[in-house]
DNA sequence: TTCAGGATGTACT
DNA sequence: GTACATCCTGAAC
């Protein structure tokens, strides 16, 4: 398929979390089933010198050893004691960077995503539900089945159930830049424009038809 | 519509 | 013991 190999990753973080807006993230469940949705907002974290990344200064914890991995890694952790969050490793292998998925929109088998999140279907969602579907880290590996148990996968390989695909990447005009969310704690790295988003008009428009209330 | 507060467990000091 | 790349609920407006 058109499955994004290692060069993809392989680049500059910040290229890398721009590049990935409008790209489809694949997920194969424990029981086959394909999720996928396309990425509409990421951040990107760079230990070299980045005191809001986990690996600041390339520091080498359990936690952190896979920001160390290849590029095309997938790095999963907890967060809050109960949510999780996906970011996708970058760069050179020993260089700790990763982008952070923190939002996206679904694009096939979006009831099963909905029932993972809410435990119910797509249609039986309230209006604010479907506002805030997958709009968060933790709320899309809720939608996505995605724990520690993914942490390390090798996103190059579609056999190990997490993968991306080319999709159709944003148009740079479309394209938002500003701070990160929740670093308050980071110094001057608080003030990076290392997030990127995508409008939810646009993007709504371009995955669902016209409404935005009709999603699949 | 916005906002404060609580949930919850692991990593690290 | 403290902090944490968050989210949901319920109350106030």
Same mark, same amino acid.
């Given at each position: 398929?058109?499955?994004?190999?290692?060069?993809?990753?392989?680049?500059?973080?910040?290229?890398?979390?721009?590049?990935?807006?409008?790209?489809?993230?694949?997920?194969?469940?424990?029981?086959?089933?394909?999720?996928?949705?396309?990425?509409?907002?990421? =951040?990107?974290?760079?230990?070299?010198?980045?005191?809001?990344?986990?690996?600041?200064?390339?520091?080498?914890?359990?936690?952190?050893?896979?920001? $160390?991995?290849?590029?095309?890694? %997938?790095?999963?952790?907890?967060?809050?004691?109960?949510?999780?969050?996906?970011? $996708?490793?970058? =760069?050179?292998?020993?260089?700790?960077?990763?982008?952070?998925?923190?939002?996206?929109?679904?694009?096939?088998?979006?009831?099963?995503?909905?029932?993972?999140? $809410?435990?119910? @279907?797509?249609? =039986?969602?309230?209006?604010?539900?479907?506002?805030?579907?997958?709009?968060?880290?933790?709320?899309?590996?809720?939608?996505?089945?995605?724990?520690?148990?993914?942490?390390?996968?090798?996103?190059?390989?579609?056999?190990?159930?997490?993968?991306?695909?080319?999709?159709?990447? %944003?148009?740079?005009?479309?394209?938002?830049?500003?701070?990160?969310?929740?670093?308050?704690?980071?110094?001057?790295?608080?003030?990076?424009?290392?997030?990127?988003?995508?409008?939810?008009?646009?993007?709504?428009?371009?995955?669902?038809?016209? @409404?935005?209330?009709?999603?699949?």
């Amino acid at each position: 398929m058109d499955i994004l190999t290692k060069d993809f990753y392989d680049r500059d973080t910040l290229t890398v979390a721009r590049d990935l807006l409008g790209r489809e993230l694949v997920r194969v469940m424990e029981d086959g089933t394909v999720l996928r949705c396309v990425i509409t907002e990421t =951040e990107a974290y760079i230990g070299r010198l980045d005191k809001a990344c986990h690996a600041y200064g390339y520091k080498r914890t359990p936690r952190t050893e896979t920001l $160390f991995a290849p590029p095309g890694t %997938a790095y999963i952790y907890l967060i809050y004691g109960m949510y999780h969050c996906l970011n $996708f490793v970058t =760069e050179a292998e020993g260089e700790p960077a990763a982008v952070l998925i923190r939002g996206a929109a679904p694009a096939a088998n979006g009831d099963i995503i909905a029932k993972n999140r $809410f435990g119910r @279907k797509l249609c =039986e969602l309230s209006a604010y539900q479907r506002r805030n579907f997958l709009n968060g880290p933790g709320k899309l590996c809720r939608g996505l089945d995605l724990t520690r148990a993914q942490n390390g996968l090798d996103l190059t390989d579609s056999g190990q159930g997490l993968y991306l695909c080319a999709g159709t990447p %944003a148009a740079p005009a479309s394209v938002r830049t500003g701070k990160r969310i929740g670093i308050d704690y980071a110094g001057e790295a608080v003030d990076f424009p290392w997030r990127f988003w995508v409008e939810d008009g646009d993007l709504w428009r371009k995955m669902a038809g016209q @409404k935005g209330d009709n999603l699949l």
